[in-house]
Nanobody
Framework: QVQLVESGGGLVQAGGSLRLSCAAS????????MAWYRQAPGEQRELVAHITSGGNTNYADAVKDRFTISRDNAKNTMYLQMNSLLPEDTAVYYCNTFFDKLPWGQGTQVTVSS
């Protein structure tokens, strides 16, 4: 079964940057549309960005022009470069497929202080 492991979160001041990583076991990663999601306290999980196997990307309006999603199919790894972070970006960040969700990982906590 494919497992997803997120890492790279932390505490950062507003305006700072973080780079998240998502490591996936299994070869299906290469053919899947992958995505980053986040869930703030008391809120529903929301889609942040997604990327096709060929590298086409799409972003939620709230993160457009600040976040960059990328992937390395050879390493079964996906990334989320987050710049100009805002306090409202504080959440647990998860990776998963865009369709046909896999079991969710533990996520990685991102906390942005004002």
């Amino acid at each position: 079964q494919v497992q997803l492991v997120e890492s790279g979160g932390g505490l950062v001041q507003a305006g700072g940057s973080l780079r998240l990583s998502c490591a996936a076991s299994g070869s299906i990663f290469k053919v899947k549309v992958m995505a980053w999601y986040r869930q703030a306290p008391g809120e529903q999980r929301e889609l942040v960005a997604h990327i096709t196997s060929g590298g086409n990307t799409n972003y939620a309006d709230a993160v457009k022009d600040r976040f960059t999603i990328s992937r390395d199919n050879a390493k079964n790894t996906m990334y989320l470069q987050m710049n100009s972070l805002l306090p409202e970006d504080t959440a647990v960040y998860y990776c998963n497929t865009f369709f046909d969700k896999l079991p969710w990982g533990q996520g990685t906590q991102v906390t942005v202080s004002s």
